[in-house]
């Protein structure tokens, strides 16, 4: 009767036994499973930094490209406001000269002119861009002809060709 007891017993000694080898099994795979976490992680932190550094870098270049663009394109635009400003400047003294004979005849062409500088911007023409130099061209060139007025040495007014 003791027999089957024993048997037992031993049936179960050996189940016990192959727990406690399972169990170091599984705490030995763990340490293997968490050494490679850390591993992999580490490199994926490796990869995003110097990707981060890349993308960074990237940034830094096309913000200094943009930038000297629009650096460019604010001389551009202040060398036509101080050439528009310069021709307007010389329009205004000319109209306002009545003491010459000639004024009269040069006004409607002044008028003119300055009818014509002051008609509409185009709609990009403030928009930052990257080659404003059609248009200030464009503007330069009837800023020439504005000052194409110009007085001789007996203030009579005459026009150059």
């Known amino acids: 009767m003791l027999r089957p007891v024993e048997k037992q017993l031993a049936t179960v000694s050996e189940a016990l036994d192959q727990l406690g ?5 599984i705490s030995e795979q763990r340490a293997t499973i968490e050494a490679n976490i850390h591993t992999t992680v580490g490199q994926l932190q490796d990869i995003l930094e110097n990707r981060r550094t890349k ?3 990237l940034l830094d270049q096309i913000t200094q490209c943009k ?3 629009l650096a460019v394109q604010k001389d551009q635009l202040e060398a ?6 310069s021709c307007l ?3 205004k003294k000319s109209m306002q000269t009545d003491i010459l004979q ?3 005849q040069t006004k409607t062409s002044i008028a003119k002119q300055v009818e014509e500088q002051t008609a509409p911007l185009p ?3 403030l928009k930052p861009c990257s ?6 061209h464009h503007i330069f060139k009837i800023y020439r002809s504005m000052s194409r007025l110009r007085t001789d040495n007996s203030t009579n007014f005459t026009r150059s060709l």
């Open 21 to 25: 080898t399972c169990c170091g099994e």
């Open 55 to 57: 993308l960074i870098n």
């Open 67 to 69: 930038l000297k663009s």
């Open 80 to 85: 036509t406001q101080v050439q528009l400003r």
């Open 89 to 91: 400047d010389f329009a």
């Open 102 to 104: 000639d004024i009269v």
């Open 123 to 125: 709609p990009d023409f």
């Open 131 to 136: 080659d404003a130099k059609p248009f200030i």
